[in-house]
């Protein structure tokens, strides 16, 4: 899977971020402009809630998780 944009909005700041699928993992590398966020997956034993180990606000993480969710929800019924 090829690297792609999503779009979210902090306090009315609507905000880029480039996502790298890790090819082999239900994982996404995320980056601000060249400025590295971290790495966000979905913990399937945790009712597929998005997570990080990275010190990313979980307000954040969850609407990371949610463009890619969306991003991705085309692909899944093709």
Do not use: H
């Not at 034993?45 to 890619?68: F, H, Y």
Request: with cysteine; glycine share 6%.
């Amino acid at each position: 899977m090829e690297p792609f944009d999503i779009q979210i909005n902090i306090s009315g700041n609507t905000t880029t971020l480039l996502v790298f699928p890790d090819p082999y993992e239900p994982i996404y590398e995320v980056y601000e402009d060249k400025n590295r966020l971290g790495v966000v997956y979905k913990d399937t034993d945790n009712n597929n809630c998005w997570c990080s180990d990275e010190p990313i606000p979980m307000e954040i993480i969850n609407l990371i998780g949610k463009q890619i969710d969306a991003y991705e929800a085309p692909a899944e019924g093709v």
